[in-house]
Each structure stands twice: as structure tokens, then as C-alpha cells.
């Protein structure tokens, strides 16, 4: 019988999962879960033990981030067992009721607004990410070489996509315009600050600009809610949007499927009868 313990699991897990885009996270979920497990053997992670650490991380932050731990923990797990061998059972790894999916979306008026109080770089970073739809760090990283100007394409290889797919991303008129003001920026990145590209955009100028602009409760990834948003209630459809957007699966669009109603109208009388049929 294997006598692996959490730390050599941790070691194994880090080594093998470099490549995850969110592995400097889970460095971080690592160190602080080593409190309740360092020098654990991984046959005495028992439920008391889980519950322990589901319940104190759920005190000291929310649900969902909460969830994000134990969802590791579940991970490290598994793969001792499915993959490596060092064990036979795992406990059930139960995860929180997660609340409703938050969409924050501006309105034209609000969003212009916002773009007209950002310093240039996050103006210009705001405004393609609201024509294209794309996560920050996407546009933060985007390079020329991804561009195709002369198709009105850009190209997210699956290695930088969220769900691990190439995402094939149309560029609108307003997403040229805003790529040919910067075409001269930089020879490698589309979208540079002091030379470099820009990894934070959630800034203190990003802040006073919200603030100058009358808008609160909106983070930066609420411009892709917005974008979406915008998308649906023209006439978009829910699967065209899945598409555009990169989604893995059609559910992760449903939480937009509110904002058609206008469209949804129109779509209905397309079967009217008029006075064809009987009143029931």
C-alpha cells in the first residue's frame, strides 16, 4: 500500500500542471489548504477533514471562491487515485449551492462614458473588448500575429481560450478602426502600455474613471456581459452568440436569453394566422 502523503501529491500535481493558465492559482489555493493537510497521509483525508476546510473557507470568503478550493482538493485527489495509483477511495468533495450567475451589463449612453474617462491604453482596451467580446486577458495578450486585417479575423488558439478550443473572433467595424490606431504601437502585441503589454487592467484608473463616469458594481469582465448583452437584444441568437463568445456549452449563454424578449417577439408572429383559424 502506497504511504503518499498531501505534500507528495501537491509536488506531483505542480509538476504535471504548468501548463494550466490558472496554475499561478492554484499555488496560491495550495499554500493556504497545506494548513489542514501538510504531512497528511492521503488515505486519512476523511470527510471531518473536508468539512473543516469547506466550512473555514466559507467563513472567511464567499461560496463560489470557496468551491474553487475544494475543487482542487477534489482534483488532486482523483488523480491520486485515477491516474497515479496512491489510492483507492476518495471522499465525496460536496461544493456549495453557488448563487445565480451575476450579469452586470452597461447601457450605449453609460459605456460611452466610461470609455471617454479612461486613460487611452484602457480606452482603447475597453472599447475592443465591448466590439469583440473577448476576456482581458485575451486583448492584453492579443498579437499581431493572431490579426488577419485583411479578413477582419482575429484568432485565439486554443491554448489561450478558456475552453481550450480556438476561438475564431469577426472583427467589426469598430474593432478595425481601434486595431489600425494602434497598428504602429508595437511590433509584437496589439495593446501596450510603456512598451509592454497590459497584464491588470482593474487599476486605480480604472477605478477614478468609474467613478467620474457614475458607474458602480461593473468590473472589467462585465464588458463582455455587456457585449453579450448588446448582442442579444439586436437580434443575436443564442446559439450565434455561443459562437462568437467561445463558449463551451450553450447553458453558459442561457443566463442572456432575458434580454431577447423583443427578438422572441417578433419570432412568434412569424406563425400568426390571423383570422385563418376559429376562436377556441
Known amino acids: 500500500m502506497h504511504r503518499k502523503t498531501w505534500n507528495d501529491a501537491v509536488d506531483r500535481w505542480v509538476l504535471t500542471t504548468t501548463h494550466k493558465r490558472d496554475h499561478s492559482k492554484d499555488l496560491i489555493k495550495l499554500t493556504w489548504l497545506s494548513r489542514y493537510l501538510s504531512g497528511v497521509l492521503l488515505s486519512d483525508i476523511s470527510l471531518d477533514i473536508i468539512f473543516t476546510i469547506a466550512h473555514d473557507k466559507k467563513l472567511e470568503t464567499t461560496p463560489s471562491t470557496a468551491n474553487r478550493y475544494l475543487a482542487l482538493l477534489r482534483a488532486i485527489l482523483r488523480a491520486a487515485r485515477d491516474y497515479w495509483g496512491w489510492i483507492d477511495h476518495v471522499p465525496k468533495v460536496r461544493l456549495f449551492k453557488e448563487p445565480e450567475p451575476r450579469v452586470r451589463w452597461l447601457k450605449r449612453a453609460e459605456a460611452a462614458r466610461l470609455i471617454k474617462e479612461l486613460p487611452p491604453h484602457l480606452s482603447k482596451m475597453a472599447a475592443f473588448s465591448l466590439s469583440t467580446g473577448l476576456r482581458q486577458h485575451n486583448v492584453s495578450y492579443l498579437r499581431w500575429s493572431q490579426v488577419d486585417l485583411g479578413r477582419a479575423l482575429a484568432i485565439i488558439p486554443a491554448s489561450e481560450s478558456k475552453n481550450k478550443r480556438p476561438i475564431t473572433v469577426p472583427l467589426n467595424a469598430d474593432a478595425m478602426n481601434i486595431l489600425n490606431s494602434v497598428l504602429t504601437d508595437h511590433e509584437q502585441y496589439c495593446f501596450v502600455y510603456n512598451g509592454s503589454p497590459v497584464d491588470r487592467t482593474s487599476t486605480k484608473a480604472w477605478a477614478a474613471a468609474k467613478k467620474r463616469a457614475n458607474i458602480d458594481n461593473f468590473r472589467w469582465h462585465d464588458l463582455r456581459h455587456t457585449w453579450a448583452s448588446w448582442h442579444v437584444q439586436n437580434g443575436t441568437s443564442l446559439q450565434e452568440l455561443q459562437l462568437l463568445g467561445g463558449w463551451k ?32
Open 249 to 280: 456549452t450553450f447553458e453558459m449563454v442561457l443566463r442572456y436569453a432575458h434580454l431577447s424578449g423583443d427578438h422572441l417577439v417578433q419570432a412568434a408572429k412569424r406563425i400568426e394566422t390571423g383570422d385563418q383559424l376559429p376562436l377556441l
